[in-house]
């Protein structure tokens, strides 16, 4: 099975020229999210998109060669683990688990700290298995075999 490219000149220009906008939506989305609607899941979900679009537009293997598989898996594991992380230094801290008073001497200032982290741990992870789920959908069928 090839590999689908687009060869329309608008849908290269005008991924092209959405690419980076979209993230920086999806940044503000994630760092936003404590003070209003959003946070790490819609932010990851987002931020996916203008990779999953990339991936469209321009074939999975120039999608690969932005996010490879490798670094996609790595940061699905650390985005995981920060959110745990998050919760066992709260332990540490002689708190309940993701309890984020502990985390800073003012109450106040331990849960902006621990819901940023918190956030941030789930839009990485979200970020990264939905692109993962797109790839590998993708080329699903394609056999080197």
């Given at each position: ?37 959003g ?10 998109a ?20 490798k ?19 709260s ?19 331990g ?35």
């Amino acid at each position: 099975m090839q590999e689908k490219i687009s060869t329309s000149p608008i849908f290269n220009i005008v991924s092209r020229i959405l690419f980076a906008p979209i993230i920086i939506f999806g940044l503000y989305v994630q760092f936003h999210g404590d003070y209003g609607p959003g946070g790490g899941f819609q932010a990851g979900v987002i931020i996916a998109a203008a990779f999953i679009l990339y991936s469209m537009i321009f074939g999975l293997k120039n999608g690969e060669t932005l996010v490879p598989v490798k670094i996609n898996r790595y940061l699905m594991c650390v985005g995981v683990l920060l959110y745990a992380g998050v919760g066992l230094v709260s332990l540490f801290l002689n708190g309940k688990y993701l309890d984020y008073n502990v985390l800073s001497s003012d109450p106040s200032g331990g849960q902006h700290l621990g819901i940023i982290l918190v956030e941030l741990g789930v839009g990485i992870t979200v970020a990264t298995v939905m692109i993962a789920l797109y790839h590998s959908f993708a080329s699903f069928g394609d056999s080197n075999d």
